[in-house]
């Protein structure tokens, strides 16, 4: 197709209003213009195309004979247009919501609730994809991501959704079920990190335990660093909401706790209004993260 030899694409929108109605304001208000803005556009279509296209007719316009030729296959060609937009809207409509997690939010938090979220809306498919690579929300086709820092990230809006509340913690095989330990106690024992977690060490760093002074064992995942704490191979450090289900099923120990109001995890999406099914998954996921 050639744009170039076609006329304005506002002029036919307007022409084809205008001609539907048969009345340049009621096209207007249709396509939120002025009246005079429908006339300009249909006098310089008439121009483009060297032929008069409507005329006066009492209150309103009429057709010429050139005008219905041209009205009939810019309807049709309009509303060929607005069958394809609306089959790609339904199908995006149709599609699972896509979510971007990381792994260890995926495998603590989110499945242990999943289940509530399918027998309240079964209707709603999720695609969870868990990774820690950075995402563009717009360019990798993700509805929402859920991740973990400050919040302040450009192009995207961002909701707090679980607190910056960490916990250190360990095996009870570790500490032989000690209780009251304090984050200078665990400075005696192994432990273990996320080489990727930098902003998790300096939380402990900044509560007043140095890490260089301890036996340290880096591990690619965070995944990696719950199983072996688990398992009683060392001391470690993770927001609460990823680590207070084990510490409730007494398979870790708390050993301390250490605010952070400027760190946790975020519901990210797109800065524009959601559709029917995230607004509900995203009422779903607040409404968790309270309880």
């Not at 032929?51 to 309009?78: D, K």
């Amino acid at each position: 197709m050639d744009w170039a030899t076609l006329p304005s694409l506002a002029a036919l929108r307007a022409f084809e209003a205008a001609a539907r109605h048969q009345n340049l304001s009621a096209a207007a208000r249709e396509l939120n213009v002025t009246h005079a803005a429908i006339a300009q556009h249909v006098r310089t279509l008439e121009t483009d195309l060297s032929t008069p296209l409507l005329f006066r007719s009492g209150r309103g316009v009429a057709l010429t004979e050139n005008g219905r030729h041209l009205a009939q296959h810019l309807s049709e060609g309009f509303e060929i247009i607005s069958d394809g937009v609306s089959a790609l809207q339904r199908t995006k409509e149709d599609r699972p919501l896509s979510i971007s997690v990381t792994p260890s939010f995926a495998a603590n938090w989110l499945m242990p609730r999943i289940g509530g979220f399918w027998q309240k809306h079964p209707e709603i498919s999720l695609s969870i994809n868990p990774s820690v690579n950075l995402i563009d929300l717009r360019r990798d086709g993700f509805d929402m991501a859920i991740r973990f820092g400050n919040g302040h990230w450009p192009g995207v809006t961002s909701e707090l959704l679980t607190s910056g509340e960490f916990w250190v913690v360990a095996s009870p095989k570790l500490v032989n079920q000690t209780t009251n330990l304090s984050l200078a106690d665990a400075g005696h024992h192994p432990w273990l990190m996320d080489l990727h977690m930098l902003e998790w060490r300096k939380v402990v760093e900044d509560a007043g335990l140095n890490l260089d002074t301890v036996e340290m064992t880096s591990l690619e995942t965070n995944e990696l660093v719950l199983s072996a704490t688990v398992a009683g191979l060392g001391v470690s450090v993770h927001p609460k909401s990823l680590v207070e289900r084990e510490v409730a099923f007494g398979t870790l120990v708390q050993i301390s706790s250490l605010p952070r109001t400027d760190l946790g995890y975020h519901l990210v999406t797109l800065p524009r209004p959601l559709s029917g099914k995230k607004r509900a998954l995203r009422k779903w996921l607040m409404e968790e993260a309270k309880t």
